[in-house]
């Protein structure tokens, strides 16, 4: 590992850290999110509300219990965000036909608008960092990163 490793832009040295991808992948996580944040300050969202409305638009039907698989949030702090979302008119919730214990989402007419809202400020925010990349780049990037998320997720798949 390479303990000099700096910052291409301020110069500053990363030390050990510039060698692991979970810091760098935090750093422009971290400063993505601060820009969205700012941009939908309005919305008053919490963590992982914007994502689980994009999963149950793009699944509908889709069980808590996935939701929170795929947002990466516990069971238990996916009933609280689901409770907004429902509570907003994002979202509904029918119990399941087949297993009382499961709940299905999906999204409503006004949750859609919302939604599509909420689209246009996250391309304003990633605007920036993607156009730093050409679209190979952009492709190889999140080839890159699927691959490294269900590394951890579902190991063994591709």
Aim: no cysteine.
């Amino acid at each position: 590992m390479d303990d000099t490793t700096s910052d291409d832009v301020t110069g500053i040295s990363l030390g050990r850290l510039g060698s692991f991808l979970g810091f760098r992948l935090r750093r422009v996580q971290n400063q993505l999110s601060r820009d969205f944040s700012a941009k939908t300050r309005d919305w008053g969202m919490r963590a992982g509300m914007f994502s689980a409305l994009e999963i149950i638009a793009s699944n509908p039907g889709v069980s808590q219990a996935v939701l929170s698989e795929e947002v990466g949030l516990d069971k238990s702090a996916v009933v609280p965000l689901v409770d907004d979302l429902e509570r907003r008119g994002w979202v509904t919730r029918t119990r399941s036909t087949t297993d009382r214990r499961r709940n299905h989402l999906d999204i409503t007419d006004a949750g859609k608008i919302e939604l599509d809202r909420l689209f246009e400020h996250l391309s304003v925010t990633e605007k920036a960092g993607l156009a730093m990349l050409d679209d190979e780049e952009r492709a190889i990037v999140s080839r890159a990163l699927d691959k490294v998320y269900h590394a951890y997720v579902r190991p063994g798949s591709r």
